[in-house]
């Protein structure tokens, strides 16, 4: 096997809340490195597409070729997605229409479950070993469809709202604003497997 | 207020916290129409604040500045996708409850509106909307967090266009929160009775070193370069009120009939969001400061009697 530099997580750092993922993988002995222009994005390894405002992160990518650069990264390399993030790699995107990087092959829907007033804090059925893990829900999408490859890793009210695809781990809800790190945990073991 | 510690965080707080960190970057525009707000969340702002009037106009119009019309904040709900705030009177918990019912997604209690209370807040913790209320210095900051504020934001000097007193809020609370790191155990049950702010929070803060919930600015931040200051000062988010869509101190633009207005706003909106997330790079900032047309022409903050201060009100 070819050597290649030390693995490095990087946290897409534009807008959202990338410090609270940095954060969860300090708790785990893991640091990163914030990720704001292409040349940052070059230094590192793997990404986390925190949550945040999916339009805003998608105004602020088209800068200085960072959306080009992003586009081929998410197809090539271990990403974590949560909520914006994970809208940001649907290959669809509805509630309304919204470019994407179509790296994950699920359609998405946008605020799907209605504005603040219904984000929620739930528990929800996972594969991932340990039983029920709390969710937060924050003005949260709903994933749709999943394509064939697609593994559905949890569920709320039977829709995916944790999934996996290659090296592609994503989710709706915000595993970095709960203290239970099995999402961070199954992304770093992602990492050691590739 | 045990239930703020880490893990014991009640669910609702947590929620409306949840949102706050969402914003976190990004910048929070001040819109008066559907065309504003559709410019603002084209721009890449993060929210919206739906108002009658933005500070400027409120500064020259003078009269009693109330919450927008339901009509309006339905209309701007509308038409955008990201969050939606709307702005109630300080103490006015009837307003609140009225825009909690419209489904806005922050409430700020605001001094730009004229206070309906003299001694009362909100109970904010009554809602399940999050609520943003402004602070001059750390005791505000802790005493609006008391009542269950989900953010915090500089008072500033609302509708001037001039940063000086959103830089003298921030610098005054990030350090009197220095300072509470360093104080000893029994030093700071004083420094509580000194804030006037509970003493279970003022141990909390001395511990950590920061606010328990989000820390923005507003107040007079008209450009650019205004929203870098504020970022690399510790804000963790920028509200920008009168400064994208004022012409003169009074006229706003015209970016619903005048194209080249329309322009002028939409190059300021993009400028500051650039400006926001990569405030630590001053070859961006200058890029963004660049791109700009025009810029809202201000007013000298040290020109307005301390009657006729926004910032003066609530406690």
């Known amino acids: ?194 | 207020m045990s239930e703020m510690n880490g893990n014991h965080t009640s669910t609702g707080l947590r929620l409306k916290i949840g949102l706050a960190e969402m914003l976190k970057g990004g910048v929070i525009m001040d819109v008066m129409n559907v065309e504003q707000a559709r410019i603002a969340e084209e721009a890449g702002a993060v929210a919206v604040m739906a108002l009658e009037r933005v500070p400027a106009m409120i500064r020259a119009e003078g009269g009693v500045a109330r919450m927008a019309s339901p009509k309006l904040i339905k209309e701007i709900m509308a038409a955008v996708t990201i969050p939606v705030m709307a702005k109630a009177r300080i103490g006015h918990f009837a307003e609140a409850q009225v825009l909690q019912h419209l489904g806005v997604d922050f409430i700020d209690e605001s001094e730009v509106l004229t206070p309906a209370d003299e001694a009362h807040h909100i109970d904010k913790h009554a809602f399940t909307t999050p609520f943003v209320c402004g602070a001059r210095n750390l005791g505000e900051a802790l005493r609006r967090i008391a009542e269950g504020a989900a953010m915090i934001r500089t008072k500033g000097e609302a509708g001037t266009g001039d940063v000086v007193h959103a830089v003298q809020h921030m610098r005054q609370i990030t350090k009197e929160l220095r300072q509470l790191t360093v104080a000893r155990e029994e030093e700071l049950y004083h420094l509580a009775k000194e804030h006037g702010a509970p003493y279970e929070l003022v141990r909390m803060v001395a511990k950590t070193g920061k606010l328990p919930v989000p820390n923005f600015s507003a107040g007079g931040i008209a450009t650019p370069a205004d929203a870098a200051l504020m970022m690399q000062l510790g804000a963790e988010t920028v509200f920008v009120g009168s400064g994208i869509f004022m012409k003169e101190r009074a006229t706003p633009l015209d970016v619903e009939n005048d194209a080249k207005e329309r322009e002028e706003a939409v190059s300021r909106a993009r400028a500051i969001v650039i400006a926001t997330t990569h405030f630590n790079d001053a070859k961006i900032v200058a890029e963004a400061s660049e791109q700009v047309t025009g810029t809202m022409k201000g007013l000298a903050a040290a020109a307005i009697e301390e009657r006729d201060q926004l910032q003066t009100r609530g406690w």
């Open chain 1, 1 to 194: 096997m070819m050597t290649e530099k030390p693995t490095c997580i990087g946290v897409l750092a534009i807008q959202g809340d990338s410090d609270a993922h940095a954060a969860a993988f300090a708790g785990l002995g893991i640091a990163t490195k914030p990720v704001k222009t292409a040349s940052e994005l070059a230094q590192v390894t793997s990404l986390v597409l925190p949550g945040g405002e999916s339009t805003a992160m998608l105004r602020l990518l088209r800068r200085d070729g960072l959306d080009i650069a992003l586009r081929d990264f998410v197809h090539t390399r271990p990403v974590l997605a949560t909520c914006a993030g994970c809208i940001l790699l649907a290959r669809e995107v509805c509630n309304p229409h919204q470019e994407s990087f179509a790296a994950l092959d699920i359609s998405i829907e946008r605020n799907a479950y209605g504005r603040q007033n219904d984000s929620a804090i739930l528990p929800v059925e996972t594969t991932l070993p340990g039983g029920p893990m709390e969710a937060v829900f924050i003005r949260a999408p709903r994933i749709l469809k999943t394509g064939a490859k697609v593994e559905t890793l949890a569920t709320r009210d039977g829709y995916p709202v944790l999934v996996r695809e290659g090296k592609i781990l994503a989710a709706t809800f915000h595993p970095e604003l709960s203290d239970d790190r099995r999402v961070h945990e199954a992304f770093l073991e992602m990492l050691r497997e590739s």
